[in-house]
């Protein structure tokens, strides 16, 4: 049972890599008809938006969470 489950892994691993290898990122170098790509970011947008837009996220959401223990007193 265990050759069969093994045998099964691999043919699953092996058929994922082909298909990963297949459609991997140098297929896209032609651009398809409507393709009409923006300008890029430069360096301080890319920080901004992909590094302190989620850490300020997280900062207002953690806060809002904490925000119904911080009136309660802790009684013993």
Do not use: C, H, Q
Request: glycine letters at 12%; proline letters at 5%; hydrophobic letters at 50%.
């Amino acid at each position: 049972m265990d050759k069969r489950n093994a045998l099964r892994a691999g043919a699953v691993t092996a058929t994922v890599t082909l298909m990963m290898l297949l459609s991997s990122p140098a297929m896209a170098l032609t651009r398809d008809d409507g393709d009409d790509p923006g300008s890029g970011l430069s360096v301080a947008e890319t920080l901004g938006l992909f590094v302190l837009l989620p850490i300020a996220a997280f900062v207002i959401i953690g806060g809002l969470a904490a925000l119904p223990l911080g009136g309660k007193d802790k009684k013993k």
